[in-house]
């Protein structure tokens, strides 16, 4: 695959260059840390290209979609058209980019596409990824079929602590696609195991606060490009284009006045988790139930103070649900750990190890959070035991 006669309209923000501490490999285990200037704006710029690119991409689809009548709303192909065709977009547009080294972590792969009756879809993905590239102007290319095959399958890097990977999520939250809510591309670098940059596209995001819907902007104008660099800040774009801002988390310091995120899908997070916590808080506001990573977006502009996810057992979270949200709110100030206080760990492949949830919020709520959160796993783990005791009882008297 070739993306040559490159005419990029770059628009990154100029930063001055960030310090931060590098180990060399040997150093993991007991040589000193050495202080290095690393900036990552190439590969920030890459980022943000790609994933306005594949956001556009997924725009179309989920417009056709919605207009489309109520059979096709229940066929899963267009979801399945987009989520292909943004990774395909994603992976090209970094590897004309940043060609050196090239290794992407990222959610789909070909397999499927492989099958009996998987032509016709490839084609549709290659129709679908020509014709954004093409629109956009950026680049003069055509891939054919094959190129997108190799492009989505060249996704399938493990990642790890050594080197550089990309991490992504060619759509984050499916279901809010498919229903017309949030959803978000979800791109991060990981440099040495840990997240270097982030950025997260969400095409269906108000640009006004989501907590003040009768603040919204004129024309309730939506589509956010979140992005974030280590040391360098948060910045919120509209998806058009026009210029960035700098976002921060909100400074609310007392747990009443906070308001808190969940997945919208139940089958996502323990939404009765999450409102125990709320109550211990003493939070007064209903939870906030959206889609996919948007979540972090929303959180790293103040328009919530708290973002819960609890998985129910047995679900392991993947490191492309996280990697850009967690870069894009800790550069706004917030705080993102596991329910036991530990960082999140980017660097052991694909799987994230977290102890039964992943909490989110400022650096002054994080205390009373981390309480009520240990509190209320103790005491859900005490009412199910007291269940299952009863449960045996039960089954004793009626045996
Ligand atoms: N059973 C599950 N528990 C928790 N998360 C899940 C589950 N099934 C899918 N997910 C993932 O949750 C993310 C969306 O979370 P939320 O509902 O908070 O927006 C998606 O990445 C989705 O994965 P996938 O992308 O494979 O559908
Ligand atoms: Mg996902």
Redesign the pocket.
Known sequence: MSLNCLRLVCHSIKKPPVFHLSYSPSSYSSSPAVLVSMSYSKELAAAKKAASLAARLCQKVQKALLQSDVQSKNDKSPVTVADYGSQALVSSVLQQEIPADFSLVA?EDSKDLRKDGGQEIVERITKLVNDSITSDGSYNVTLSTEDVIKAIDSGRSEGGSQGRHWVL?P??????FLRGD??AIALALLDGGKVVLGVLACPNLPLTSISAPDQHSPNNEVGCLFFAEVGGGTYMQPLDGSSAVKVQVTAVENPEEASFF????A???MHDLSSLIAQKLGVKAPPVR??????YGALSRGDGAIYL?F??KG?R??I??HAAGCIVVTEAGGVVTDAAGKPLDFSRGNYLDVDTGIIVTNQKLMPFLFNAVRESIKEKAASLSRRIDVGICWERQLT
């Not at 759509?171 to 809010?176: E, H, L, N, P, V």
């Not at 959206?290 to 979540?295: E, G, M, N, R, T």
């Open positions: 959610e999520d759509i984050d939250g499916t279901k809010g949030q959803y969940e997945s919208y899908e089958a996502h997070s959206i889609d996919s990573q948007a979540k996810r998985p129910h679900y979270e993947k492309w649900d």
